[in-house]
């Protein structure tokens, strides 16, 4: 019994002492202990990109929302607001059922954005579209455009780019068959077409 202890406790003492030098060793290397000198690697908190790819631009902080209820009344005191869209709102006692905010963006290059409103019927189809600017004074309409079904966007250059659907005689109101291509750019005073393009 006694050779047998004298045999099997160095035997255990030397599998203990492999084991904890052979955790510390994976801790050092792993991300349990910061170890400093040649094989320690500098930490990030961002991902290092792959070569040949971009990192992704930074998001522009949006602007205030748009007070809707309060650019509705600014759109029916305006004399030169169409007649079929001061139908949809003067009908329009739910807010959500006429008008939603869009895209935000900052085609007047002022550095505060501006945020598209789409107009639309009580089944979203929208038939026009509201560049408005928020005030200290409230929201200001500075230009729309009727147009159907569209997408927009601001370009890289700050224009502003619509996509909307187009009808021929044979479409049916579900299915438009084109669409058109419209860029707008700011001139200081107000938005001109730049292009046009249908497909």
Known sequence: MRVWRRT????????????????????????????????????????????????????????????????????????????????????????????SRGTTVDVLHSGTPQQIVLIHSVDKFVFGIILVAVEPSGPRAIWSLKVDQPTVNASPQGDLVVESKVYTLDDRPCCPSGRRVEVYRWNGRQMTKVSSTDQ
Request: charged fraction near 15%.
């Open 8 to 99: 099997l406790l160095p035997a255990v003492a030397a599998v203990a002492a492999l084991t904890s030098l052979s955790a510390l060793s994976a801790c050092g290397n792993g991300g349990g202990l910061r170890v400093e000198g040649a094989d320690s690697q500098p930490t990030s908190e961002a991902p290092t990109p792959a070569l040949g790819s971009t990192q992704p631009k930074a998001q522009k902080t949006p602007g205030p929302a748009v007070d809707l209820p309060a650019l509705r009344v600014r759109l029916l005191a305006d004399r030169h607001l169409p007649d079929y869209s001061r139908k949809v709102l003067v009908k329009c006692t739910v807010i959500s059922r006429c008008l």
